[in-house]
Protein backbone atom coordinates (compact mmCIF):
# COMPACT_ATOMS: atom_id res chain seq x y z
CA UNK A 1 0.00 0.00 0.00
CA UNK A 2 1.32 3.63 -1.02
CA UNK A 3 1.58 6.07 1.68
CA UNK A 4 -1.35 8.17 2.41
CA UNK A 5 -2.25 11.34 0.92
CA UNK A 6 -5.67 10.56 1.06
CA UNK A 7 -6.32 13.32 3.72
CA UNK A 8 -9.90 11.39 4.89
CA UNK A 9 -9.63 12.16 8.41
CA UNK A 10 -7.32 10.42 11.19
CA UNK A 11 -8.40 7.46 12.88
CA UNK A 12 -7.95 7.15 16.64
CA UNK A 13 -4.46 5.35 17.70
CA UNK A 14 -3.79 2.12 17.32
CA UNK A 15 -7.17 1.63 15.66
CA UNK A 16 -7.33 0.52 11.46
CA UNK A 17 -10.43 2.66 9.79
CA UNK A 18 -11.88 0.47 7.38
CA UNK A 19 -13.18 2.83 5.54
CA UNK A 20 -10.48 5.37 5.14
CA UNK A 21 -8.81 2.19 3.55
CA UNK A 22 -11.21 1.60 1.02
CA UNK A 23 -11.40 5.02 0.37
CA UNK A 24 -7.47 5.15 -0.15
CA UNK A 25 -7.69 2.52 -2.88
CA UNK A 26 -10.67 3.24 -4.46
CA UNK A 27 -10.89 6.80 -3.98
CA UNK A 28 -10.85 9.94 -6.30
CA UNK A 29 -12.35 10.74 -9.41
CA UNK A 30 -11.51 8.62 -11.66
CA UNK A 31 -10.98 4.91 -10.26
CA UNK A 32 -14.16 4.40 -9.24
CA UNK A 33 -15.02 4.23 -12.94
CA UNK A 34 -12.22 2.38 -14.10
CA UNK A 35 -12.68 -0.36 -12.06
CA UNK A 36 -16.48 -0.43 -12.99
CA UNK A 37 -15.64 -0.58 -16.70
CA UNK A 38 -12.75 -3.82 -15.64
CA UNK A 39 -15.90 -5.16 -14.32
CA UNK A 40 -16.78 -6.19 -17.52
CA UNK A 41 -13.22 -7.22 -18.41
CA UNK A 42 -10.14 -6.48 -19.77
CA UNK A 43 -9.67 -2.93 -21.11
CA UNK A 44 -7.31 -1.28 -23.15
CA UNK A 45 -5.71 2.17 -22.19
CA UNK A 46 -7.17 3.96 -25.11
CA UNK A 47 -10.64 1.91 -24.55
CA UNK A 48 -10.34 4.24 -21.23
CA UNK A 49 -9.87 7.34 -23.10
CA UNK A 50 -12.83 6.73 -25.19
CA UNK A 51 -15.06 5.77 -21.94
CA UNK A 52 -13.74 8.65 -20.11
CA UNK A 53 -13.04 11.63 -22.69
CA UNK A 54 -11.96 14.22 -19.97
CA UNK A 55 -9.11 12.04 -18.34
CA UNK A 56 -5.75 13.28 -19.27
CA UNK A 57 -3.36 10.52 -20.65
CA UNK A 58 -1.13 11.41 -17.42
CA UNK A 59 -3.93 10.98 -14.86
CA UNK A 60 -5.01 7.73 -16.66
CA UNK A 61 -1.43 6.58 -16.25
CA UNK A 62 -1.66 7.30 -12.53
CA UNK A 63 -4.31 5.94 -10.89
CA UNK A 64 -3.81 2.68 -13.43
CA UNK A 65 -0.32 2.39 -11.86
CA UNK A 66 -1.76 2.75 -8.46
CA UNK A 67 -4.17 0.22 -8.45
CA UNK A 68 -1.39 -1.82 -9.95
CA UNK A 69 0.63 -1.36 -7.29
CA UNK A 70 -2.35 -1.87 -4.96
CA UNK A 71 -2.61 -5.35 -6.46
CA UNK A 72 -6.29 -4.70 -7.38
CA UNK A 73 -4.94 -4.23 -10.99
CA UNK A 74 -3.57 -6.49 -13.53
CA UNK A 75 -1.20 -5.00 -16.41
CA UNK A 76 -0.71 -7.35 -19.07
CA UNK A 77 2.10 -6.53 -21.64
CA UNK A 78 1.79 -8.46 -25.07
CA UNK A 79 5.17 -9.08 -27.02
CA UNK A 80 3.82 -7.86 -30.48
CA UNK A 81 3.91 -4.76 -33.10
CA UNK A 82 2.44 -2.54 -31.99
CA UNK A 83 2.53 -3.15 -28.69
CA UNK A 84 -0.34 -4.30 -26.48
CA UNK A 85 -1.48 -3.71 -22.87
CA UNK A 86 -4.61 -4.90 -20.91
CA UNK A 87 -5.06 -3.73 -17.67
CA UNK A 88 -7.87 -6.44 -16.02
CA UNK A 89 -9.05 -6.65 -12.24
CA UNK A 90 -7.04 -9.21 -9.74
CA UNK A 91 -9.00 -11.88 -7.52
CA UNK A 92 -8.61 -9.51 -5.02
CA UNK A 93 -9.71 -6.25 -7.38
CA UNK A 94 -12.90 -8.73 -7.91
CA UNK A 95 -13.62 -8.34 -3.93
CA UNK A 96 -14.64 -4.75 -5.03
CA UNK A 97 -17.07 -5.74 -7.29
CA UNK A 98 -20.15 -5.48 -5.16
CA UNK A 99 -19.03 -2.11 -3.58
CA UNK A 100 -18.70 -1.02 -7.26
CA UNK A 101 -22.12 -2.16 -7.95
CA UNK A 102 -23.26 -0.55 -5.27
CA UNK A 103 -21.92 2.60 -6.15
CA UNK A 104 -23.52 2.14 -9.08
CA UNK A 105 -26.93 1.59 -7.96
CA UNK A 106 -26.50 4.98 -5.51
CA UNK A 107 -25.47 6.81 -8.63
CA UNK A 108 -28.51 5.00 -10.42
CA UNK A 109 -30.63 6.38 -7.77
CA UNK A 110 -29.46 10.04 -7.43
CA UNK A 111 -26.98 10.87 -10.37
CA UNK A 112 -29.37 12.90 -11.63
CA UNK A 113 -28.17 15.48 -9.43
CA UNK A 114 -24.88 15.94 -10.99
CA UNK A 115 -23.28 15.79 -14.53
CA UNK A 116 -21.23 12.84 -15.17
CA UNK A 117 -18.03 12.59 -16.80
CA UNK A 118 -18.09 9.69 -18.25
CA UNK A 119 -20.03 7.41 -20.24
CA UNK A 120 -22.88 5.39 -18.48
CA UNK A 121 -22.96 1.84 -19.36
CA UNK A 122 -26.00 -0.57 -18.94
CA UNK A 123 -25.47 -4.22 -18.21
CA UNK A 124 -23.41 -4.58 -21.52
CA UNK A 125 -21.55 -1.79 -21.04
CA UNK A 126 -22.78 0.15 -24.43
CA UNK A 127 -25.17 2.87 -23.28
CA UNK A 128 -24.81 6.42 -24.63
CA UNK A 129 -24.72 9.87 -22.86
CA UNK A 130 -27.86 10.56 -24.05
CA UNK A 131 -29.76 7.59 -23.00
CA UNK A 132 -28.26 7.86 -19.69
CA UNK A 133 -29.85 11.33 -19.19
CA UNK A 134 -33.23 10.19 -20.95
CA UNK A 135 -32.98 6.89 -18.23
CA UNK A 136 -32.39 9.77 -15.90
CA UNK A 137 -35.43 11.26 -16.94
CA UNK A 138 -38.03 8.89 -16.75
CA UNK A 139 -36.58 8.05 -13.15
CA UNK A 140 -37.43 11.61 -12.13
CA UNK A 141 -40.87 11.88 -14.10
CA UNK A 142 -41.92 8.76 -11.94
Not at 22 to 45: Q, S
Not at 72 to 94: A, D
Amino acid sequence: MRDRKSGYGECPEGEGCPVEFTLDVIGGKWKGMLLYHMIEGPKRFNEFRRICPTITQRMLTLQLRELEKDGIVHREVYQQVPPKVEYSLTEFGRTLEPIVQSMRAWGEKYGGRQAGTCEAAGSNGTMEKGQAVEAEAAEAAK
